[in-house]
């Protein structure tokens, strides 16, 4: 069962000269959702309102959005739901109009099967690298074409994500998951600085290391920290923690205890 909201209304379209259909021109949220609630999204939301005041979109009221990812959950209670913010439809131009009519679009879906919290992924190093730009770093813009040439490297199901570098060779991220490493107890994961999307699960993971005494590192990574690596693990907002169990062709880990720790305490999972 899905369902879907534009403006709030369950019939209406989107304009063919959206602003967000035809250059991109706007944001979104992925969330996970548990009896009707979205996870997180008060940090859904902060970071949905700082891409509009970087872009310059008006932001629309919290309190509507919170109302509408309700109604698109009715009946179907768990799920995934998505929320995009255009800067709305305007004249054939890249300059944004000066008063922007912003389009929201609400959808929901029935949660995928995730089966075991700790099985162990995949993963490979992508070609495509990310362009670097301060601006839009952090942020879930809606250009995406980097990461879909990304997942377009392969097509072997045995690999669930690829990680991604910026053009002067930092690791920064998957394709749609944020990348975190464990050397000799320390928990570190890359700056996001001109590149990258800063994820709310990210964010959760550094508050959930906090408050269990983890040591954590925010900063540059190189790809080589793989060679060295104890534990590494991939978040996203929808799937959460996914510990990694190889890189292909180069190495292979084991779950290792702070992975499991960290497990639980953002799921209750006993892992």
């Known amino acids: 069962m899905k369902r879907r909201l534009v403006n709030g209304s369950d019939t209406g379209g989107i304009a063919l000269d959206d ?21 997180h ?25 919170e109302e509408e990812c309700g109604r698109v959950l009715e009946g179907l209670g768990n799920g995934t739901v998505k929320l995009i913010v255009t800067r709305g439809p305007g004249p054939r131009s890249y300059r944004p109009p000066a008063e922007p009519r912003v389009t929201r679009i609400v ?16 993963v490979r ?15 879930k813009h809606l250009n995406r074409l980097e990461q879909v040439m990304a997942c377009a490297e392969w097509d072997d199901p045995a690999v669930a994500e690829g990680l991604m570098l910026s053009m002067d060779g930092r690791m920064v991220c998957a394709t749609a998951a944020n990348v975190f490493v464990v050397i000799g107890g320390r ?55 996914r510990p990694v169990g190889e890189l292909v062709g180069a190495r292979k880990w084991t779950v290792g205890e702070i992975t499991r720790a960290l497990v639980k305490s953002t799921t209750g999972v006993d892992a």
């Open 107 to 122: 959808t929901s879906a029935a949660p995928r099967a995730r089966g075991d919290v700790l099985a162990p992924i995949a």
């Open 187 to 241: 928990l570190v994961t890359p700056a996001i600085r001109d590149c990258g999307v800063s994820g709310v699960m990210r964010q959760v993971v550094l508050m959930a290391a906090s408050e269990l005494g983890i040591p954590v590192g925010v900063e540059d990574l190189r790809p080589e920290i793989l060679d060295t690596a104890d534990e590494v693990f991939v978040t996203n907002a929808v799937a959460g923690i």
């Open 41 to 65: 999204l008060e940090l859904h939301l902060a970071r949905l309102e700082e891409g509009c005041r970087r872009l310059g979109i008006p932001m629309p009221s919290p309190g509507l959005l």
């Open 125 to 139: 190093l992508c070609q495509t690298r990310l362009g670097q730009n301060p601006l839009l770093a952090g942020l």
């Open 19 to 39: 602003r967000g259909l035809a250059y991109g021109d706007g944001l979104f949220e992925t969330m996970a959702a548990t009896d009707g609630r979205v996870h």
